[in-house]
Nanobody, 126 residues
């Protein structure tokens, strides 16, 4: 079965950190652009960060630049999102997605993907 599984979400205080993981099973992520997206209650889904298949090119939403870092370990078939200096407005369900043939900019803007994970909840609250 081909799937993406996110983990690492939870409840954290403002200013805290979390690291999300996105692991693939049933296929290799080597040739896929990977994106992290989030959706807060009552809001549309937005692209948070995307990374090219080689890991050499990344893209970030303005709201997370300087606080979030996307990375990948193709040997482990896993992509990560390190989130620092978290704010209450970062609260959302975070999804990872995999798409072949898209640039990081296109993927983060268009939000289309061959595969989607089930999502992991991130709550930032005191």
């Amino acid at each position: 079965q081909l799937q993406l599984v996110e983990s690492g979400g939870g409840l954290v205080q403002p200013g805290g950190s979390l690291r999300l993981s996105c692991a693939a099973s049933g296929f290799t992520l080597d040739y896929y652009t990977i994106g992290w997206f989030r959706q807060a209650p009552g809001k549309e889904r937005e692209g948070v960060s995307c990374i090219s298949s080689s890991g050499g090119i990344t893209n970030y939403a303005d709201s997370v630049k300087g606080r979030f870092t996307i990375s990948r370990d193709n040997a482990k078939n896993t992509v990560y999102l390190q989130m620092n200096s978290l704010k209450p407005e970062d609260t959302a369900i975070y999804y990872c997605a995999a798409q072949r043939g898209f640039t990081v900019q296109a993927m983060c803007v268009m939000g289309t993907a061959d595969y989607w994970g089930q999502g992991t909840q991130v709550t930032v609250s005191s």
